[in-house]
């Protein structure tokens, strides 16, 4: 069977349209959009299943509790979720195809700080809520960017309540590239989850050679994928400490383009992964590229 291709970065394509994008640290980022202009976000959905994307994400991955506080006008996370998923169905119904739809679990803080997430009732009512939610409307659940075995794990378990499908993306985004931003081994985490008998853990958010380093321990589930960033790890010299990770990725970064992904991509593939697609700075020229290599197995 090839592998499926999940969709391209939101905040990219969003960005690259000239849309509203804050910095996700302190605004509700794409969920401006959300808001405020959804017609962009289901032109994006189009576009992608256009480009060869044969999984699509709802785009309320910033549409938290806890981050809307940020927005005291917004909607509720449990209305813009409906919401998200509305437009994932509107873009396959236009393009008259048999995508599926990946209803998304995001984290619910600020990515990339496990410190700030909840206490584990108020983490699984919101998750519980968005699984209710997506039952029945999509045919998978995503649980995104995941920086700590605790938040990942009650993340997939109450997924798993609503979705017989369930996928669960770690991310090692920071200063130590085998390890999650809570500090813990990226390996030790696989190992723990392969009990919550999920159908796929996958890594996203980092750089496509840091991708590539996890295969080791993601192969050890029964199935594996990766939505890595466009770039690659080039350590730069410092001015000073940078504890933050996703400053520190971004220091030690080299962007690639959409050509050089695809050659990562085919060695995801050829190493084993079912799962394959991009997160930032991957736009629906990257997803083209990859419909190319897989149509060529």
Avoid at 83 to 96: S, Y
Avoid at 162 to 179: A, D, E, I, M
Wanted: charged letters at 25%; aromatic letters at 8%; a neutral charge.
């Amino acid at each position: 069977m090839k592998p499926l291709i999940l969709d391209s970065a939101l905040g990219t394509e969003l960005e690259n349209r000239g849309e509203y994008l804050p910095s996700f640290k302190t605004s509700i980022w794409s969920a401006y959009s959300l808001i405020h202009n959804p017609d962009v976000i289901t032109q994006i959905h189009i576009d992608n299943i256009e480009a060869g994307a044969d999984v699509i994400t709802t785009s309320n991955y910033q549409a938290t509790p806890e981050l809307l506080k940020r927005e005291p006008s917004a909607p509720s996370y449990d209305y813009l979720a409906k919401r998200a998923v509305e437009l994932c169905q509107e873009a396959v119904i236009k393009t008259n195809t048999k995508t599926k739809i990946a209803g998304c679990f995001p984290p619910i803080h600020v990515t990339f700080r496990p410190d700030l997430t909840s206490k584990e009732k108020h983490l699984r009512k919101f998750y519980k809520t968005l699984g209710a939610i997506y039952q029945d409307n999509v045919d998978v659940i995503i649980c995104e960017t995941m920086a700590s075995l605790y938040e990942g794990t009650i993340a997939a378990n109450t997924a798993k309540d609503f979705s017989k499908t369930v996928w669960l993306s770690w991310t090692t985004r920071g200063n130590k590239l085998n390890r999650l931003p809570s500090t813990e081994l990226l390996h030790d985490v696989i190992l723990k989850s392969i009990d919550l008998d999920i159908d796929c853990q996958l890594v996203n958010c980092v750089h496509a050679d840091t991708a590539t380093l996890a295969i080791n321990s993601l192969n050890k589930e029964k199935s594996f994928g990766i939505y890595a960033n466009s770039s690659i790890y080039k350590k730069n010299k410092l001015e000073g400490f940078i504890s933050d990770s996703d400053e520190w990725h971004y220091h030690n970064h080299k962007h690639i383009d959409q050509v050089e992904y695809g050659k990562y991509v085919s060695q995801w593939i050829k190493e084993g992964a079912s799962v394959v697609g991009g997160c930032c700075r991957t736009t629906t020229e990257h997803i083209k590229v990859i419909r190319k290599i897989i149509d060529a197995i």
